[in-house]
């Protein structure tokens, strides 16, 4: 593993910036076109109709200008990424069949580690393919499915094509439809009927090859009346050229059920990460999205609750950290269809140097979903004069029964906060993250203890030096 | 004075303010402060609104806002005027805020074992039992239930409750020397009395300070050892504790009028 010295000076808090040498099966040559995406697919040992729909969505993608609002994409360059490179060794089920220099990059991520301890099961994806994933016996006993996606396409191809696609269309914008095109590695997931897990699912992303893309693609059914929480984790190495991550995250919450999908972002600050999260929720079922983004250059990410049936709820929990050079564009949708839905949104950001976070959300409430009712709470925190945030809301209402609630509130840290913690015997440093910990607590506190702990520690590191 | 060849640490254990001179950007608010506590005793600190009362405590402190322009506040012998205000903590000098400020998400149990680990050697770890103890044992003097350590630092607290819980804070971290800030104000009798207890638990040959008030009434409760009035960033008058008693009855006109002189 190698130190990359020439890029410490932009980014010297990030301890997740090493990497491997490249050693890959299949490398696709770079940027875009008809001819890696036939490789892809070639590579996966496809069925046409998924030949055809990469195809197609190629077509969306190319016809799609590049967003204008939100974030500057001015500097990816789709040009210089690798679309596709196949690590050698996959999708083993045992750490002992990972190739060793990927298995000593988990083992240092601290993720058979972790999966020992507490989780239900591990999926762990090295550049575009799933490296390593597994279920523990309990779980594959009753029922629950947790595979790769191309091995969820393969082996449950029916229920596979009933959900592909169906929530995020490659026509929602133009990086699903980059990623319906170029998609490989991420988790199909089936909880059955009742099933409830009650220990966290986890996958982990790690890009380490220069300029190369990651475009991993979710399949999650939460089967009625069952539970689970899924948590994603991901990492890079940190170049002077930037990275591209494009995942798409499909869920389904059926009537009854109650799903929480948690990201811990942690990406190098050279990544473009611009992602589609979105859960389709029916009657009664509760979907949850915890999500905190510390990392990346620039992120764009909006996960979304759609509320079809009756009784249905959505509460998307966000936290943003936004450093020097960083631009956290994140939020929320929350769109109501039926009566009696409800939903919540917590958003909180932090911004320090030349860092930017916004929060953009949209809150829909279609005519007929009577009484239904979203709340937004968005705060942001700036820890100096540098610093910059902004408040996007949305509110669409077509019914005349919905009730929204909004506010925002802007804060700086007070300086009698910071001596009031020094007089007990804290540093201005302890200080300031003891009163950012503070901020997030409500976030956090809705984490496992371990990721929890995690999330504090990374805010720990990114504050290291920043108050004074 | 010590130098490296001399084993034994002779200096007086103490808090001596000399010639302490303080502003708030131009404006000058200590003139010129000198005052001696051993540890071991309490110093009642009165005198009227606006000359200079929580300015020094602040000072002491470390408070940022003001600048010392001239004179020096040695502790057991060493000046902290140049000490950041958690090196002046972690030397035991400990202020009991007029106002204490409200953190958000941050419980006063994780608040106060980090606190106390800060005071500890690198390497060393408070225990839990050593956490635990302390706590049951300060809660129980402050007739205080155990679940309000899992609340917010000050979050939404009345008055009275930050007050009371600025004692436990004290009482968890034992320092050597105390600053109370008008801890009296606002509190009524019951919480008071509770505020007293706490101190007078503490009180003995290891605890000085400096009780800052404007009136007699903790006084009665607190018994301090002397008592200094400031006036005009001076110290004007010092004597036993019947001297809050004389302030008391006959107001502060007359030491107004002794600033004067």
């Known amino acids: 593993m190698t130190v990359n010295p020439e890029v410490n000076d932009i980014n010297n808090t990030y301890e997740y910036g090493w990497s491997n040498p490249e050693r890959y099966a299949v490398k696709a040559p770079k940027g875009l076109s008809r001819e890696v995406v036939e490789m892809i697919s070639r590579n996966k040992d496809e069925p046409q109709w998924m030949l055809d729909f990469r195809l197609k969505a190629l077509e969306i993608f190319y016809s799609k200008p590049m967003p204008t609002w939100g974030a500057d994409l001015s500097g990816l360059n789709l040009d210089e990424i690798y679309y596709y490179i196949k690590p050698e060794g996959m ?378 | 004075m010590t130098d490296q060849s001399s084993p034994v640490q002779t200096a007086p254990y103490q808090i001596e303010i000399r010639n302490l001179h303080a502003s708030v950007g131009d404006m000058p608010i200590l003139k010129g402060i000198n005052l001696t506590i051993p540890r071991g005793e309490l110093h009642a600190v009165m005198g009227p609104n606006g000359n200079g009362k929580s300015t020094l405590a602040k000072v002491i402190v470390g408070d940022p806002e003001y600048t010392v322009t001239e004179g020096e506040v040695l502790v057991d012998g060493q000046n902290i005027l140049e000490m950041e205000p958690d090196e002046r903590a972690r030397l035991g000098v400990f202020l009991a805020f007029q106002y204490p400020v409200e953190i958000p998400g941050v419980t006063i149990a994780n608040f106060l074992r980090l606190a106390m680990q800060a005071r500890k050697a690198e390497g060393e770890e408070v225990s839990f039992s050593e956490f635990y103890g302390k706590l049951l044992a300060a809660l129980k003097v402050l007739e205080w239930d155990e679940s309000i350590v899992e609340r917010y630092l000050n979050a939404g607290f009345s008055g009275g409750e930050k007050k009371r819980n600025e004692i436990l804070q004290m009482l968890m971290l034992e320092p050597t020397y105390i600053i109370m800030d008008e801890t009296d104000s606002g509190l009524d009798v019951d919480a008071l009395k509770i505020v007293a207890k706490g101190v007078n638990s503490m009180r003995g040959a290891n605890l000085g300070g400096l009780i800052i008030t404007h009136y007699q009434r903790l006084l009665d409760y607190i018994v301090p050892d002397r008592v200094h009035i400031i006036v005009d960033g001076k110290v004007v008058q010092s004597g036993g504790p019947e001297l809050a008693k004389k302030l008391d009855s006959e107001g502060y006109d007359w030491v107004k009028e002794l600033a004067l002189a």
């Open chain 1, 91 to 468: 999708n083993a089920r045992s750490w002992d069949d990972v190739p060793d220099d990927v298995k000593k990059t988990f083992e240092r991520l601290g993720i058979p580690e972790a999966e020992r301890a507490a989780l239900a099961g591990v999926g762990a994806q090295y550049e575009s393919e799933m490296v390593y994933h597994n279920l523990k016996e309990e779980w594959e006993k009753l029922g629950v499915v947790f595979l790769s996606i191309e091995d969820g396409l393969k082996q449950y191809p029916d229920l596979f094509r009933e959900h592909f696609a169906t929530i995020v269309p490659p026509e929602d914008n133009k990086f699903a439809a980059i990623n319906s095109a170029v998609w490989s590695g991420g988790s199909f997931v089936y909880v059955p009927k009742g099933v409830k897990v009650d220990i966290p699912l986890q996958t982990y992303f790690r890009i380490n090859a220069e300029s190369s893309g990651q475009f991993e693609r979710t399949l999650i059914i939460i089967d009625e009346g069952a539970q689970a929480h899924y948590i994603e984790g991901c990492t890079a190495p940190a170049y002077n050229s930037d990275s591209f991550h494009s995942g798409v995250i499909e869920i389904v919450v059926k009537e009854g059920a109650r799903f929480r999908y948690s990201t811990i972002q942690n990406w190098s600050h050279n990544v473009y990460n611009l992602v589609t999260q979105r859960a389709a929720v029916y009657g009664h079922g509760v979907m949850e999205w915890v999500d905190g983004n510390l990392g990346s250059k620039v992120t764009m990410k909006y996960p979304a609750c759609y509320l079809l049936e009756e009784g249905a709820r959505g509460e998307v929990l966000s936290i943003a950290m936004a450093g020097r050079g960083q631009h956290q564009d994140a939020g929320a949708k929350i769109v109501h269809f039926a009566a009696n839905t409800s939903g919540s949104i917590v958003s909180k950001s932090i911004s320090k140097d030349s860092g930017r976070s916004s929060y953009r959300g949209l809150v829909k409430i279609y005519e007929g979903a009577r009484n239904a009712k979203t709340n937004v709470e968005c705060d942001a925190l700036l820890l100096d004069e540098e610093a910059r945030t902004d408040t996007y809301p949305y509110i669409e209402i077509e019914e005349k029964t919905a009730r929204v609630g909004h506010e925002a509130t802007v804060s700086k840290i007070n300086d009698e906060q910071i001596l009031y913690l020094q007089s007990r015997g804290l540093s201005e440093d302890q200080a300031a993250g003891l009163i950012v910990r503070g901020f997030i607590e409500p976030i956090a506190k809705e984490l496992p203890l371990e990721y929890a702990v995690e999330l504090n520690r990374l805010i720990e590191l990114e504050m290291e030096g920043s108050v004074g």
